[in-house]
T-cell receptor
């Protein structure tokens, strides 16, 4: 079945540091890939998405590129802020095999210190 | 657009009582709604998937008589935790998906249930 693996956390960075959170996936079909962010005590917010190979999703300074050859969708940001502290979830969905159902990674806790 | 609300945001109840959580899509028609449970510092666990007008599909290990799901309209789904016990205390999150091309789910803000 489909699965998503994220780098283990927690990740602690200083403000303005470069961020990478690794995400790899296995899927039988051609999934769409997502990054969600969860702030404390809240639900999930879509951060960015990519629907086909080589697509780059971007939002609020975050980027991720859909790499089919390495089955990866790593999240990057050039300069993190304290307000980026949250839990980040990588996820995939394959409409042809599972409709709108999402498969989530384990989540990565990011803490950014001033 | 694509806003999903949940009510209540927090609820505390006594053991043995039932609790209903509402999930509404405010500005789109949700053909499918999902209910998740999240334990502290863990990922989301899918409990069930519901399509408007039909019975919910429960994930393995989730008691359908314990967690009653109703999806009566294209904008409302409810989760009722029946005869709640302390082990049911958790963060419950719903999401909704419409007829979009790229499988996007929109998430509610979550409901914190505490059973005393």
């Amino acid at each position: 079945g489909d699965s998503v693996t994220q780098m283990e956390g927690p990740v602690t960075l200083s403000e303005e540091a470069f961020l990478t959170i690794n995400c790899t996936y296995t899927a039988t079909g051609y999934p769409s890939l997502f990054w969600y962010v969860q702030y404390p005590g809240e639900g999930l917010q879509l951060l960015l998405k990519a629907t086909k190979a080589d697509d780059k999703g971007s939002n609020k300074g975050f980027e991720a590129t859909y790499r089919k050859e390495t089955t990866s969708f790593h999240l990057e940001k050039g300069s993190v802020q304290v307000s980026d502290s949250a839990v980040y979830f990588c996820a995939l969905s394959d409409r042809r095999t599972s409709g709108s159902r999402l498969t989530f990674g384990e989540g990565t806790q990011l803490t950014v210190n001033p | 657009g694509a806003v999903v609300s949940q009510h209540p945001s927090r609820v505390i109840c006594k053991s043995g009582t039932s609790v209903k959580i509402e999930c509404r899509s405010l500005d789109f028609q949700a053909t499918t709604m999902f209910w998740y449970r999240q334990f502290p510092k863990q990922s989301l666990m899918l409990m069930a998937t519901s399509n408007e007008g039909s019975k919910a599909t429960y994930e393995q290990g989730v008691e359908k008589d314990k967690f009653l799901i109703n999806h009566a309209s294209l904008t409302l789904s409810t989760l009722t935790v029946t005869s709640a016990h302390p082990e049911d205390s958790s963060f419950y999150i719903c999401s909704a998906a419409g007829a979009t091309l790229y499988n996007e789910q929109f998430f509610g803000p979550g409901t914190r249930l505490t059973v005393l």
